[in-house]
């Protein structure tokens, strides 16, 4: 087994007096993707904010490459290869998208931007994961789809050199067809080695794409499980709290 | 149940397969094909909303026309000088306020910011005897003083710069009855300053500026694209390079061919030469546009005016973004100020106070986008110019005043909708900012 990028050990968070993460494991590992599941109020923004450096946990440990490690700021997650691509996307509509995929990070020589360094970038970034349906890299964001919107995001992660790239909900907001497009691309990057956290609530989705699943219920990961050993009724079960995962039953009864 | 897992699994896998075997296509840039795939994609573009200046310059095309026709001097010679003067200063204060209107917010005092200004240089110049052009830095630190003040209460403290310039607008005009002393008015007695918008330079200095703007325009052209050859990046046809360039020249020696011609009556006394305030312009423009196009501090500019939670997130100081757009606002207002002291020949204490609005209006008319992130320098300068022959035009017609305003309201609404009709074809949506 392939030894896991990222690993949370018993991870703690509270906002005053509500405990939202009550001692939560997780690990992402390399070249694969991972699925964090759960209802609304589960606490998989707040899990995933104390990993991107904005939000730290309370307690806990947090092992990156083996090492532990203190995330405090987007910088130290950054500098550690974690990317996170939020809901919301945060890209310049008014820019190109070499401009956003750069943005921030732009290269220079002699004070001015590298233009066509930048762009060779972006193109070849876009082009390792296949993209294609963009008639231009100089195209200006406001033009294109959610879907290519989505992928510009991702793929200014990929730029960055990401070890591992967070998504929240990448698909909540696209169409059948952008949807498969993102999610081939989510395949992709876990092709070229990088480690992938999916937060979805799509579960057609989690079951396409993901090979762990990680069901977070009020705060604590109540099962983890491997794609191909579990199937959908189960997973509803473990969000919604009507199923108890135990991993010897889950065993004897293939 | 799960079966069908499994079939969704298993395209999915065949088609990254499929992609994976194929080369990765390349993606265009936008400089690929012939001139006649450029100009295609350019017009594309122009359909799709990204209409820029265009509707601006057609717009004052059809002024030149219409006023040409109902009033001959329109486009004599003495005329387009007057223009070019006329246009220079509020030019200049368009040209400052799209600093601020790139990042979506506004600067209500910049007119009264150049009078701030022109008052301490004219208390400098005339009342204490500095040398003018000492007297015109301090001017332009007290420009930059009231831009950091007005940047530190919008990023810092963040009132909304709409609040904090009302508040100078109104303060400010306190400030020059103070600093000029109750209903004193200063003529500009400095000659270097009176010619700037009064006098012509020498029609071979003319000449030799433009050969000078014409190599540099070539100069960067060959820079830009040989450094992406060396990237290894496509290139547009080098013809392509030549006629714009040739353009561009065509087109300035014009102006400067039509200014060195005698327009004076005396032919004794010939006027004849481009008007000094022009090449300045002319210069402060070009340095502002390479600063906004060429380096990270013009690109993170216009990505707070796109998306400032994009920008924050991407690593880029936003407040201190701002705060630059602000003390850079202020300094050109007050250099529109030493422009309209040169032109008008005196500073009183309402020096300014009605500039502000005809300046983003100009910035509109232009193009410029009072939503943030979309528009240029040069679109301030041509929204101005289209504002100044309104005036002109309509001056010589010898209508009376209350059309002027009429007119250039009319104008400046029909930018706005435009603007926002643009907006909405480039699918970007008011609710998204
Ligand atoms: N900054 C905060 N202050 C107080 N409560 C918070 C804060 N952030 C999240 N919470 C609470 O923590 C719980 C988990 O939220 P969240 O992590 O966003 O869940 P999810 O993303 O799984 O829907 C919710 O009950 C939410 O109200
Ligand atoms: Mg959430």
């Known amino acids: 087994m392939v030894a896991p990028y ?9 906002f005053g007096p509500v405990e939202v993460l009550k001692g939560v494991n997780l690990k992402v590992y390399p070249g694969q993707v991972s699925a964090l599941v759960g209802d609304n109020g589960a606490g998989k923004s707040t899990l995933i904010k104390g990993l991107a450096g904005v939000q730290p946990y309370d307690s806990g440990e947090v092992l990156v490459g083996g090492e532990p490690v203190h995330l405090t700021s987007p910088k130290d997650a950054s500098k550690l290869g974690i990317e996170v691509v939020y809901q919301d996307l945060a890209l310049c509509e008014n820019l ?3 401009q956003n995929m750069f943005l921030g990070r732009e290269e220079v020589h002699q004070g001015t931007l ?5 762009e060779k970038q972006a193109s070849s970034t876009l082009g390792s994961l296949s993209v294609r349906t963009m008639k231009s890299v100089r195209q200006k964001v406001s033009s294109l789809s959610g879907g290519q919107r989505q992928t510009v995001a991702i793929a200014r992660a990929v730029l960055q050199q990401a070890k591992v790239v967070i998504l929240d909900e990448p698909t909540a907001a696209l169409g059948v067809a952008q949807t498969e497009q993102v999610l081939l691309l989510v395949r992709r990057l876990a092709e070229q080695g990088v480690g992938v956290l999916i937060i979805s609530h799509n579960l057609a989705d989690v079951f396409a794409v993901a090979d762990h699943i990680n069901v977070l219920y009020l705060g604590t990961m109540v099962a983890e499980v491997e794609t191909k050993d579990s199937n959908r009724d189960d997973v509803v079960g473990y969000i919604t709290g009507a199923k108890t995962f135990t991993p010897n039953l889950e065993g004897a009864a293939r | 149940m799960t079966t069908e897992q499994k079939d969704v699994d298993t395209s999915l896998a065949a088609k990254i397969d499929t992609a994976g075997g194929a080369t990765p296509p390349g993606i265009a840039t936008g400089y690929e094909g012939t001139a006649a795939d450029q100009f295609r994609a350019y017009v594309s573009r122009v359909r799709s909303g990204e209409m820029g200046m265009l509707p601006a310059l057609g717009g004052f095309v059809v002024l030149c026309i219409l006023f040409q026709i109902l009033s001959p001097d329109f486009l004599s010679l003495p005329n387009i000088a007057n223009l070019m003067t006329q246009t220079a200063f509020l030019g200049m204060l368009a040209v400052a306020l799209v600093f601020v209107i790139l990042i979506a917010e506004i600067d209500l005092s910049a007119g009264v910011t150049a009078g701030v200004g022109m008052a301490v240089f004219v208390q400098l110049n005339n009342g204490m005897g500095v040398n003018w052009i000492l007297a015109f830095a301090i001017s332009l630190a007290v420009g930059i003083v009231i831009g950091l003040f007005i940047g530190y209460f919008v990023a810092k403290v963040g009132i909304p710069s709409f609040v904090v310039t009302l508040g100078l607008f109104l303060g400010f005009q306190g400030l020059q009855l103070v600093i000029l002393g109750d209903g004193n008015t200063y003529r500009v007695t400095e000659p270097a300053v009176t010619a700037i918008e009064n006098s012509n330079i020498p029609p071979v200095v003319g000449w ?4 000078i703007a014409v190599l540099v325009t070539l100069g960067t052209a060959f820079y830009d694209r040989g450094r992406r050859v060396r990237a290894g990046v496509p290139v547009r046809g080098i013809g392509l390079l030549f006629a714009r360039v040739a353009v561009i020249a065509v087109v300035s020696g014009a102006v400067v061919f039509l200014l060195n011609l005698n327009r004076g009556n005396n032919p004794l006394f010939p006027i004849a030469g481009v008007p000094i305030v022009v090449p ?12 906004l196009d060429r380096t990270r501090w013009g690109i993170h500019l216009y990505a707070v005016g796109g998306n400032p939670e994009a920008a924050r997130r991407a690593g880029i100081n936003v407040a201190a973004i701002r705060i630059s757009a602000f003390v850079l606002c202020s300094g050109l ?7 309209q002291a040169s032109q008008v020949g005196v500073v009183g204490s309402s020096f300014g106070q009605t500039d502000v609005l005809n300046g983003v209006a100009a ?14 320098l040069v679109q301030g300068l041509v929204g101005a110019l289209v504002i100044t022959a309104i005036a002109n035009g309509l001056g010589l017609l010898a209508l009376p005043g209350g059309i002027n305003l009429l007119v ?25 900012v």
Do not use: H, P, Y
Not at chain 1, 6 to 14: A, F, N, P, T, Y
Not at chain 1, 114 to 118: I, K, Q, V
Not at chain 2, 208 to 211: F, G, Q, V
């Open chain 2, 208 to 211: 030799i500026l433009w050969a």
């Open chain 2, 280 to 291: 300045i312009v002319v210069a402060l423009l070009w340095i502002g546009t390479q600063i």
């Open chain 2, 363 to 376: 910035a509109v008319v232009g193009g410029v986008s009072l939503f943030g992130g979309r528009g240029r």
């Open chain 1, 6 to 14: 990222i690993e949370l050990r018993d991870v703690r968070k509270g």
């Open chain 2, 408 to 432: 250039t309201g009319g104008v400046l609404v029909l930018a706005a909708t435009v603007d926002a009709l643009s907006r909405k074809r480039a699918g970007a949506s008011l609710a998204r």
């Open chain 2, 333 to 339: 207002a007050i250099v529109s100020g030493l422009f």
């Open chain 1, 114 to 118: 590298s233009n066509g360094e930048m």
């Open chain 1, 96 to 98: 190109d998208i070499v």
